[in-house]
């Protein structure tokens, strides 16, 4: 159920958009609704909801609903997988994590949505100014976009949850508001996005489907392989998107990012920013080993 729902994603009006994002946010609860109350809930018409089973290719409601039903008992047998990490070897356990972080790039690198890697970097590239949100553990994604992003375009603003929204009111027109969140998706981050559209703002999502609420906001989206490892968010294939998006724009920008790099250094330079291997800092004792 879950991959013809993703399959049919292109397909989708904007009103089977919402039952889609509702059935794959929530299928535990959507497996005992009738049709009138799913209906009621997405905001959409009963009609609407019978044609969409038949748009999926099931002959009745109740088929749907059905195979919403196994959807739950697959999604019950990966919690159930959770569960095996506490009863594993510690090294079949470490194997594990790693294997599954293999397996995501794996599937990043046989599927690669350059049009939309491509499209992300086309609109970073053009802004007037880049704002960069993410929230709780998406947050640390955000940090690295921003950082980079900072050392080859001017005006990046990683957003704060204190004074989001009043940055985004003196956002200059032609700005680009770029959110980063995975499930479970923070609310704030979708709010941003909503927001930043509601006042003419481009937006842009870094999201694991398109039925994501922050594609649901966004002109731009790319879609990343995620694999969670037990309770924890693993990044790794996120990390290489945004690898491939920061690159992406540096060659956009051309001959100005060399320009840059070496404004940079010289900074660096100046404020002893790094230490060269082997040699310490002036002003810290002498641990008093010799070689």
């Known amino acids: 159920m879950r991959d013809l729902l993703l399959s049919k994603i292109p397909e989708m009006s904007p009103n089977q958009l919402k039952i ?34 038949s748009f999926l290719g099931f002959s009745g409601y109740g088929k749907m609903k059905d195979a919403i039903s196994h959807m739950v008992l697959d999604e019950l047998s990966t919690v159930e997988r959770i569960r095996d990490y506490r009863k594993e070897t510690e090294e079949s356990y470490l194997e594990k994590i790693v294997g599954k972080d293999i397996e995501a790039l794996s599937r990043v690198q046989g599927h690669l949505p350059e ?7 086309r609109a970073i590239t053009g802004a007037s100014a880049v704002f960069v949100a993410g929230a709780r553990s998406s947050y ?29 009111e003196n956002a200059e027109k032609g700005s680009l508001v770029i959110g980063i969140s995975f499930p479970r998706y923070t609310r704030w981050t979708v709010e941003i996005l909503r927001h930043a559209g509601e006042k003419g703002l481009q937006t842009g999502a870094i999201t694991d489907s398109l039925v994501s609420p922050l594609a649901m906001e966004s002109s731009f989206v790319v879609t990343v392989p995620y694999t969670p490892v037990s309770f924890i968010d693993s990044f790794t294939a996120p990390i290489c998107f945004m690898n491939c998006i920061i690159l992406s724009v540096s060659r956009k920008l051309g001959d100005s990012v060399p320009a840059r790099f070496a404004v940079l250094e010289g900074l660096w330079a100046r404020n002893r920013t790094y230490i060269s291997p082997g040699k310490l800092p002036t002003g810290l004792p002498d641990s008093g080993f010799q070689d």
């Open 20 to 53: 889609a994002r509702f059935i794959l946010d929530s299928p535990q609860e959507a497996a005992f609704l009738t049709a009138s109350r799913l209906a009621s809930i997405v905001e959409v018409s009963e009609a609407t909801v019978v044609r969409f089973a």
């Open 115 to 121: 049009e939309q890697l491509e499209a992300l970097s």
């Open 140 to 168: 640390a994604l955000a940090y690295y976009l921003h950082f980079y992003l900072s050392w080859v375009r001017p005006s990046v603003t990683l957003l704060s949850e204190n004074t989001a929204f009043e940055m985004l």
